[in-house]
């Protein structure tokens, strides 16, 4: 399997959008990797999607960050979690660190706002939802209607029909 003995973070929070975390969290799984959902420092064990679909938290952001060293990739997804969790300072250290240590940063969709607040997007080529599009151009990114785009160890998407292309891009990067 070409991710057996890598470790990813897939954040999450309520109102995360189904198949952006389910797509990868299987598709990460398959290829032989470890996932860990990560959940926001405070909060419930167990946080439903837009459509109601529960999901539960293996490990806070905090925690996380205590063994940081141990995880080759990040993943964020969309819908309306991004909000909350770039409202939480652990979660975007958390980001901010594998991004500085050369780590796979990956976002899709409105993910691309947890981004902005870890402030890792000034420089990058990038995509996200075009809803966000002047947010990312507003930090520094450069924004490209592209259904993936990799710049360095930042992977981004659009939305759902992206995901096959968002994950392909990930095992690669993570290999």
């Known amino acids: 399997m070409e991710l057996e003995g890598k470790k990813a973070a897939l954040l999450v929070a309520k109102d995360y959008e189904d198949p952006e ?8 799984k398959e290829a032989g990797a470890e996932v860990v ?19 539960r938290i293996d490990l806070r952001a905090d925690g996380v960050l ?18 909350r969790l770039r409202r939480c300072e652990k979660t975007l250290v958390l980001v901010r660190t594998l991004f500085d240590e050369g780590k796979v940063v ?17 420089g990058k080529r990038m995509t996200s939802a075009p ?13 490209v209607d592209s ?4 710049d360095g160890n930042v992977i981004s998407s659009r939305s759902p029909p992206d995901l ?11 290999m």
């Open 147 to 150: 259904e993936v785009v990799v």
């Open 164 to 174: 096959p292309a968002f994950c392909r891009e990930i095992i690669r990067a993570m």
């Open 66 to 83: 205590e063994e940081v060293e141990e995880f080759d990739g990040v993943i964020v997804p969309g819908g309306w979690a991004p909000d």
């Open 21 to 28: 975390f389910w797509y990868p969290y299987y598709r990460m």
């Open 106 to 122: 990956a976002a899709i969709c409105h993910g691309p706002q947890v981004l902005i607040s870890a402030d890792v997007v000034r």
């Open 37 to 55: 959902v990560v959940g926001t420092a405070e909060g419930d064990d167990v946080v439903a999607s837009k459509h109601g679909y529960p999901v």
């Open 131 to 143: 809803a966000i599009k002047d947010d990312m151009r507003n930090a520094g990114a450069v924004w």
